[in-house]
T-cell receptor, first 115, second 112 residues
Framework: DQQVKQNSPSLSVQEGRISILNCDYTNSMFDYFLWYKKYPAEGPTFLISISSIKDKNEDGRFTVFLNKSAKHLSLHIVPSQPGDSAVYFC??????????????FGKGTLLTVNP | DAGITQSPRHKVTETGTPVTLRCHQTENHRYMYWYRQDPGHGLRLIHYSYGVKDTDKGEVSDGYSVSRSKTEDFLLTLESATSSQTSVYFCAMSGTASYGYTFGSGTRLTVV
């Protein structure tokens, strides 16, 4: 059973507009959520995260929103740029203690930003 | 530099042969992980390690084994490679909760 779901395999937006990537989860024990960005032939890289005690975290053009009651989070990119074109993975963590944050990933959403 | 490297970057092997992928980190992190990435499946955890000689299975561990004899090295072995193990393999090390994992650049394995 998939605990982290990204239901949109792909998303296409125009440069300068907003990109909204969505993620749903089923495990209420998840306490940390992260977004990773992945370019072809490279490993995923960390983008932004949010703790379950918050509902919003912002870093430059990237904002993550968390709705715990709906078990839903979203990543907003404003304004979108062609260099943002990549696969975005949503991930969730259930803290096992120490530094062992075993992450569960969604299947990813391919974002294409058209010039 | 991320402090984590994988080798080889690409490998083609024949069905039935053993294959070992290596992950090396210089950050002295206790936790390390092996994932595979496949179209339509995202990133799936194969095995992970929580210390030297301490390992555990992930969700897709069948056909794989791991070893960690030193903090810096985490090896993934396919005892007898099958075509279903053709994939891109990523190693990762665990940092803090705020940043999750740091990933290596991946190994593209093709089993023919």
């Amino acid at each position: 059973d998939q605990q982290v779901k990204q239901n949109s395999p792909s998303l296409s937006v125009q440069e300068g507009r907003i990109s909204i990537l969505n993620c749903d989860y089923t495990n209420s024990m998840f306490d940390y959520f992260l977004w990773y960005k992945k370019y072809p032939a490279e490993g995923p890289t960390f983008l932004i995260s949010i703790s379950s005690i918050k509902d919003k975290n912002e870093d430059g053009r990237f904002t993550v929103f968390l709705n715990k009651s709906a078990k839903h989070l979203s990543l907003h990119i404003v304004p979108s740029q062609p260099g943002d074109s990549a696969v975005y993975f949503c991930a969730a963590s259930e803290n096992s203690g120490g530094s062992n944050y075993k992450l569960t990933f969604g299947k990813g959403t391919l974002l294409t930003v058209n010039p | 530099d991320a402090g984590i490297t994988q080798s080889p970057r690409h490998k083609v092997t024949e069905t039935g042969t053993p294959v070992t992928l290596r992950c090396h980190q210089t950050e002295n992190h206790r936790y390390m992980y092996w994932y595979r990435q496949d179209p339509g499946h995202g990133l799936r955890l194969i095995h992970y390690s929580y210390g030297v000689k301490d390992t555990d299975k992930g969700e897709v561990s069948d056909g794989y084994s791991v070893s960690r004899s030193k903090t810096e090295d985490f090896l993934l072995t396919l005892e007898s490679a099958t075509s279903s193990q053709t994939s891109v393999y990523f190693c990762a090390m665990s940092g803090t909760a705020s940043y999750g994992y740091t990933f290596g650049s991946g190994t593209r394995l093709t089993v023919v």
